[in-house]
């Protein structure tokens, strides 16, 4: 499990992470209103989140937007490095600016990353090339096949062994059409961190020249339309408490995939899950990935799903060692 020093977090802590996670008001005061919610003053709201970035719990807040729905290509990769190489060979991987995230896991594919380029590149030709020039033994591509869901909702307030699963509903999305160059401009601005001051859209709108409303009115649409999944706040999922990242991948028959993955994407404890392909050395085509306080919980997540689906072919691998954790940079 990766080691980390949590902070104390007071009861207040916990009911602004969940806001900032999942209810943030697009507002002109935003955190006037997150006040006004929490029966706090607007620079009391401020002064939390100046600590709570200080203190690393908050890594960044700004617009969520979609890989895909942007035109990018990305992938879950799984390599076999030498055990006493594996630190090297994640470091050179993680140099590439499309690494987002990368993780030592406990399995014989010790190391897991994701890759996304930009449009008009070749996935697999840049693949290759970086698992050559690191030194990778092996590596498996783990596109996503079908996505059942994605979004990071860690419940600050409430034991995740106690969270029930939740009905699934479809949405619906707008076609936007393909990004002109004011759309990418849109997007490089609202994917920088959102700064701590009374007004903190004024000068996002200002370099976009429009008005606040009108950049309001822009969100929406980018929401609507999928290419934006949610404005909100990431958090460090260590430093908040969730020391416990399990990827639990399930060998699910192929004509029960919809209904499996259907099942263990209800689970609020499950932030991502996806379909992804199969290999003779990996015989598992449903992941998803469960975040607990500890390991034990997370285990025990997985049971209850495992008892729900009928399906107790499964593996949990847990990442012993963060390499890199951080948003790609769209269109820079």
Not at 12 to 20: A, G, S, T
Request: hydrophobic letters at 40%; aromatic letters at 10%.
């Amino acid at each position: 499990m990766v080691s980390e020093v949590v902070r104390e977090l007071s009861e207040f802590d916990k009911k602004l992470l969940n806001l900032l996670q999942w209810d943030f008001p697009l507002a002109e005061r935003p955190y006037a209103a997150m006040g006004e919610s929490l029966g706090i003053s607007e620079q009391e709201v401020m002064d939390m989140i100046t600590s709570l970035k200080r203190s690393q719990v908050i890594r960044e807040i700004n617009a969520i937007f979609d890989t895909r729905r942007l035109g990018y290509k990305s992938c879950l990769v799984a390599v076999t490095a030498p055990e006493d190489r594996v630190d090297q060979v994640a470091a050179i991987i993680s140099e590439h600016p499309g690494v987002s995230h990368n993780y030592k896991r406990d399995h014989r594919f010790n190391i897991w990353f994701t890759l996304a380029i930009a449009p008009g590149q070749d996935l697999e030709v840049e693949l290759e090339k970086l698992t050559a020039r690191a030194g990778a033994e092996k590596y498996r591509m783990l596109p996503t096949k079908y996505l059942f869901k994605i979004g990071v909702k860690l419940d600050m307030t409430k034991d995740e062994e106690a969270l029930e699963p939740e009905a699934r509903v479809k949405s619906t999305r707008k076609d936007h059409g393909p990004l002109t160059e004011a759309d990418k401009e849109f997007i490089r601005q609202l994917q920088e961190d959102l700064p701590v001051e009374p007004r903190p859209f004024d000068d996002i709108a200002s370099r976009l020249g429009m008005s606040v409303p009108e950049l309001f009115e822009k969100l929406e649409e980018f929401q609507q339309t999928g290419l934006m999944r949610r404005f909100a706040a990431i958090l460090r999922h260590q430093k908040a408490g969730f020391t416990a990242n399990g990827m639990v991948c399930w060998r699910v028959p192929v004509d029960r995939l919809k209904e499996v993955g259907e099942v263990a994407a209800s689970y609020p404890q499950v932030s991502h899950c996806y379909e992804r392909p199969t290999y003779p050395d990996w015989p598992y085509n449903l992941f998803s990935m469960v975040h607990s306080r500890d390991e034990e919980k997370c285990r025990r997540i997985a049971e209850k799903i495992s008892a729900r689906t009928g399906i107790t072919d499964y593996a949990i691998l847990f990442s012993t060692k963060e390499y890199k954790k951080e948003r790609v940079k769209y269109f820079v």
